[in-house]
């Protein structure tokens, strides 16, 4: 199946071409969709390019013949630096290039008119470079489409965004070959059905690698103990350390850009050999990441604290070990993170987690089991968001006029939007022509008009240059530039959220990349710094906090039930589960423990329902507003990913009217309308909508310029169009995203059938994590708790005599 020059270069490595390989070239001469699922280090990225490098090679091609996607622009970098040597040592002439949104714009443009054979991109640069008109060229010829690390994008907005793109890749392009690899599908018959046009699965050939080594994962228990709270891991930082420094390179995955920052400090702290170590997450600047990951590659660390920016699909230098600290939340994260460790299938990836606390042992263990069992998490899909189809008709008409006809059945096509009616669709195209009912009177709403041949097209050309500076589906919060020097010779070190920025004030000191930085001045969106001294204020970076998965929340559950597994466990996780059962009663399989006691003075009400953190959340919400309604004055409340306490005035009784589905969607709406989520949720969907423009050409729009439009726009459509498009958008986003309805919705179902009532006379062993973190939401209107709770003191009461 391989020309000779990449037969003879297999043939010096000494190795051969793996059974799964096969498969793929296979797929590609028979001219069928693929999706690969071959575990880390099987030469999968490789199986995915063979069938293009093989086609190059026996038939040189005059432009565009490979497109790959990624989700990651490093994982792009990185892919072209690993095709290029085996290109090289073959004597290909194939060209291989990168276009993120790190890629300077001249070579972007030389791109269009003169594309390398094989181009590697982002969603976003994909979605950008079909909006200009002479991409319908550039694409015309493309062979094949290979989206890498497809778990990580399907479910998502971005995922919106490529499903719509591969539609529109195959309008113009009709042989293009789709072709989808992971290491971490745990149902390949839906994603060949998301990869596959007309979401049609059958069509889609999938193949399976063969496993490779069992990856070997422990969790870290310095002297035999584990904190009552704490999320990230951090107390453990000297043991960290010193494997560390028994490795030859470490990358230290933790959940948020925050705690990466914090636990870089910890273990320098602890790095009594002074050890090289970095630092890697997205909110460094491009010229920052590069530095830390040429340093990678080349060995020059030893260790590497990092967020998700690192834990797909990246291959730099000979990382041995990875630690996690904090539970990774899901047993496909867990293996996708350990993965990147000995990134080979004959050799075991080696993995150590690190739990913030006891609960999060339990979930730690939960995770080494489910990675054993081989038992991924499930991926729920969604149907295709209409803010993002939104934007991607602006994008087809920035390219060329369309007739609607042509693109309904086009954009029905993308496996994301196949159940989309043609009345949905009509109402989008409506609302991107004119802004809805509300808003038509408003002339910079109006961005198409019909022509006289009856097809769509941009009102005025500069709103295909304003709709690129503005694409994209990932709205972070609004960033300050931070610039290392002065204003005429600064140089520009990274970003933070502006809502944390406006608070700084010259003098103040924080801690960003692993340094102390003190500030010396603003201007406009930059913050000028200097190397500080002594303790800084810490930054805290937006957003990061996964959900626990379903299926570890049933493993959880299950350990609470296996006393048998307990004495494997640490001494201090033994004795809490033991006295749990003796004083109050351990959580079922399938039920509801409601527990309720005296403290300090406050009546607790603790839930253990194990759906999440944003599950328990809105459910604290939902039973602080009932119980105020019932007389028992609640005070506050606080969720985890495993319980949710409410704390208040009088003692619960009879929790079940509490937990009643009865009008809960409702009261769900009452209290979203009045709360900052839906209000958040309009200004994502108003941006990615094209409705609230993020910059225009020379300017910089300002956090609170953006929200101050959003908040305008949001209140006129409240009252004269509560049913606008994007209302509707944000409604079912702030109810998906950042309410988790559904496991919420499972969660009072569960409580009808089976909760159990347990009235004790003290604190229970259970509830001392969730204690600790009481004060953290209060009931609006309310007397905030300042419960400040010792954490030995509190586990004395609850675990003595």
Known sequence: MLPAPITAWFDRRGWSVRRHQREMLAAAADGVHALLVAPTGSGKT??????????????????????????????????????????????????????????????????????????????????????????????????????????????????????????????????????????????????????????????????????????????????????????????????????????????????????????????????????PIGIHHGSLSPEARRKVEAAMASGRLRAIVATSSLDLGIDWGDVDLVIQMGAPKGASRLIQRTGRANHRLDAPSRAIVVPGNRFEYLESVAAQDAVRDGELDADAFRAGGVDVLAQHVVACAAAAPFHADTLFAEVRSAASYAGLTRAEFDRTLEFVATGGYSLKAYERFARLKLDGDGRWRLTHPKLAAQHRLNSGTIVEAVQMNIVFGNRRGGRRFGQVEEWFGGQLRVGDSFMFAGQVLEVTGFEGP?????????????????????????????????????????????????????????????????????????????????????????????????????????????????????????????????????????????????????????????????????????????????????????????????????????????????????????????????AQRKLVLVELDRVSPLAVPVLLEVGRESVPGAADSQLLIEAEALAAVAMGA
């Open 46 to 275: 490789l199986a995915g390019f063979l069938p293009s490098l093989a086609a190059l090679a026996e038939a040189p091609h005059d432009g565009l013949h490979t497109l790959y996607v990624s989700p990651l622009k490093a994982l792009a970098v990185d892919v072209q630096r690993n095709l290029l040597t085996p290109i090289a040592e073959m004597g290909l002439d194939i060209a291989v290039e990168t276009r993120t949104g790190d890629t300077p714009s001249d070579r972007k443009k030389r791109q269009r008119e003169r594309p390398p054979q094989i181009l590697l991109t982002t969603p976003e640069s994909l979605a950008l470079l079909l909006s200009y008109p002479d991409s319908a060229g550039m694409i015309a010829g493309v062979k094949s489409l290979i989206v890498d690390e497809i778990h990580a994008l399907g479910t998502t907005k971005r995922g919106d965004q490529l499903s719509l793109a591969m539609s529109r890749l195959q309008a113009l392009s009709p042989g293009m070959r789709r072709v989808g690899l992971s290491a971490t599908i745990a149902d390949p018959e839906a994603w060949a059905g998301w990869l596959a046009p007309d979401a049609d699965a059958g069509i889609v050939r999938i193949v399976h690698g063969d496993p490779g080594a069992e990856p070997v994962i422990e969790v870290l228990i310095p002297e035999d103990r584990i904190p009552w709270a704490g999320h990230n891991g951090r107390w453990a930082a000297r043991a960290v350390m010193q494997r560390i420094a028994g490795a030859r390179l470490t990358i230290v995955f933790v959940n948020t850009r925050a705690v990466a920052e914090l636990v870089f400090r910890d273990l320098w702290a602890e790095n009594d050999d002074s050890l």
């Open 526 to 750: 930059d913050i000028y710094v200097r190397l500080g001294r002594g303790d800084p204020k810490v930054p805290t970076y937006v957003g990061g906090r996964m959900p626990l998965s379903t299926n570890l929340a049933a493993r959880v559950r299950g350990l609470f039930n296996a006393p048998e597994r307990w004495a494997e466990m640490p001494g201090d996780v033994r004795e809490w589960l033991e006295i749990q059962a003796r004083r109050s009663r351990l959580p079922g399989h399938d039920d509801l423990l409601v527990e309720t006691f005296e403290e300090s003075g406050r009546w607790y009400m603790v839930a253990y329902g194990f759906a999440g953190r944003n599950a328990h959340q809105t459910l604290g919400m939902l039973l602080t507003q009932r119980m105020a309604k019932a007389g028992l004055g609640p005070l506050g409340f606080v969720g985890t990913d495993y319980v949710v306490a409410v704390w208040s005035l009088e003692r619960v009784r009879h929790p079940a009217p509490l937990f009643s589905p009865d009008v809960f969607e409702d009261e769900l709406a009452d209290w979203l309308a009045a709360s900052p989520f839906l209000r958040r949720a309009f200004r994502e969907v108003a941006i990615i909508g094209g409705l609230i423009d993020r910059q225009l050409p020379g300017t910089h729009k300002t956090g609170k310029q953006m929200s101050v439009s959003s908040d305008l726009i949001y209140d006129t459509l409240c009252r004269h169009e509560p049913g606008h498009l994007l209302l509707t958008a944000a409604w079912t986003d702030a109810r998906t995203k950042l309410t988790d309805i559904e496991r919420l919705a499972g969660l009072l179902d569960l």
